[in-house]
């Protein structure tokens, strides 16, 4: 059997890596690799780590590119992929926007679509944006629903998926998170081997559309008076390349004692600086889903979120971006150790570490 794996930004290429080496390593499927190429840098970063060279680079990336341009190369070249390969199933992850041009694509050729990661659900069609609607039109057009947890594959029966269809098989992320966190791990680079780790590291990330603009303005604005109050924290912020992050980033937390603001990490130093970290901040998805895991207690400067698992385990806390209710809710972190006790428990609602195994497993039964 031909199974066609697309993928093109940075979270889907880790949640990814773990399923093209199972693929990979089953004689009974012929694997291809196709990135869209949606991230650039970000993207390749995670395929060195993962020795993952594919077979197929639509290179459609561009700085500031629209939804719609990002939209229409990604299913011009995925259409000449999917012909060339002539693949029986097209795999792809998440909600981006590779993802829904990906089962598109494979849609307008009568090709079955593996979702892996689905039944994420907000329920606001505009947070996040544009992934919650990039998600449900995903589902549509779906044959094998891969869901992470329980509470995904109940949002799919609600919308009356078959549950033939749906297996639950744990997140991939944890897959690829169980490989990268070592006891002793040494960074390569600077500053990161020169903090003081006993010091209060606050890890922060943050990209997500609906902050851009002011809720964005909050979130690092929170954080520069964060540190100034509190002279025990050191902030690292690895920035996400888009330059409407990066130069509100540079506007409150450049040049400050104790801020970090640092080029995006790789996954294996990104993952051991979670490990290191005494708080994480952050609006991103993968994040949300890695710091349970790793015992970290997780602020989630977001409106919504379609990840309730850290929240409902209590590891997570969404607060929105209220600029004092984020200052408030870290202090609280910082100063009471039976609120940071309560939240620093390494749990594991997303996933054992398996998910792609049962993935390929299913795959097998499935089509073979
Ligand atoms: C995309 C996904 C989002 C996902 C995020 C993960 C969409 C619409 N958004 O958001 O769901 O959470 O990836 O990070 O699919 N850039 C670079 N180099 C890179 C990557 C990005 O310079 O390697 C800059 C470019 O200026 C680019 C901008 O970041 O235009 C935004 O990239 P884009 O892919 O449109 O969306 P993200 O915000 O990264
Ligand atoms: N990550 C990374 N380097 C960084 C920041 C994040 O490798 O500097 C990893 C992180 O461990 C997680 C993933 O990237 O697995 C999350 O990606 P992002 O926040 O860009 O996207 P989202 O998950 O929000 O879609």
Same mark, same amino acid.
């Given at each position: 059997m031909k199974v066609l794996t697309v993928f093109g930004t940075r979270p889907e290429a880790i949640k990814m890596a773990p399923i093209v080496k199972e693929l990979e390593k089953n004689s009974n499927i012929e694997s291809r690799v196709c990135v869209? %190429? =949606?991230?650039r840098e970000i993207l390749d970063q995670v395929l060195e780590v993962f020795d993952i060279k594919p077979d197929?680079?639509?290179?459609?990336?561009?700085? %500031? =590119?629209s939804l719609s341009q990002i939209t229409t190369k990604a299913l011009l070249g995925m259409e000449k992929v999917i012909e060339e390969f002539r693949p029986d199933l097209l795999l792809i992850q998440g909600d981006t926007t590779t993802v829904f041009t990906g089962a598109l694509a494979a849609f307008y050729h009568k090709i079955p679509v593996g979702h892996v990661?689905?039944?994420?659900?907000?329920?606001?069609?505009?947070s996040p944006y544009p992934e919650e609607a990039n998600r449900k039109l995903t589902s549509v057009i779906t044959s094998l629903h891969f869901a992470p947890t329980e509470i995904a594959k109940e949002n799919l029966l609600q919308e009356g998926y078959n549950p033939a269809d749906i297996y639950v098989t744990g997140n991939t992320v944890i897959d690829a998170l169980k490989y990268t966190v070592k006891d002793k791990y040494i960074f390569d680079k600077s500053p990161l081997d020169s903090i003081?780790?006993?010091?209060k590291v606050i890890l922060l990330t943050s990209h997500r559309r609906e902050n851009w603009g002011e809720p964005m303005e909050r979130i690092f604005s929170a954080m520069k008076k964060i540190v100034e109050m509190r002279p025990e924290v050191e902030l690292i912020f690895p920035v996400h390349p888009n330059p409407k992050v990066r130069t509100v980033a540079d506007k409150y937390l450049?040049?400050?004692?104790?801020?970090h603001l640092i080029e995006p990490l790789s996954y294996e130093p990104f993952c051991n600086l979670m490990a290191k970290s005494h708080i994480v901040v952050t609006d991103s998805g993968g994040v949300q889903e890695e710091a349970p895991t790793l015992g970290k207690p997780v602020l989630v400067?977001?409106?919504?979120?379609?990840?309730p698992e850290g929240i409902e385990a209590g590891t997570a806390k969404l607060l929105g971006t209220d600029e004092a209710v984020i200052i408030e809710e870290v202090l609280r972190l910082l100063d009471d150790e039976n609120s940071y006790k309560s939240m620093a428990n390494a749990v594991n609602?997303?996933?054992?570490?398996y998910a792609s195994k049962r993935i390929v497993e299913i795959i097998c039964n499935r089509f073979l």
């Open positions: 869209t %190429g =949606q991230h197929f680079d639509l290179d459609i990336f561009k700085p %500031g =590119q990661e689905a039944g994420l659900r907000s329920e606001n069609i505009y003081q780790y006993n010091n450049k040049g400050m004692d104790r801020v400067v977001r409106e919504e979120t379609e990840r609602p997303y996933g054992d570490g």
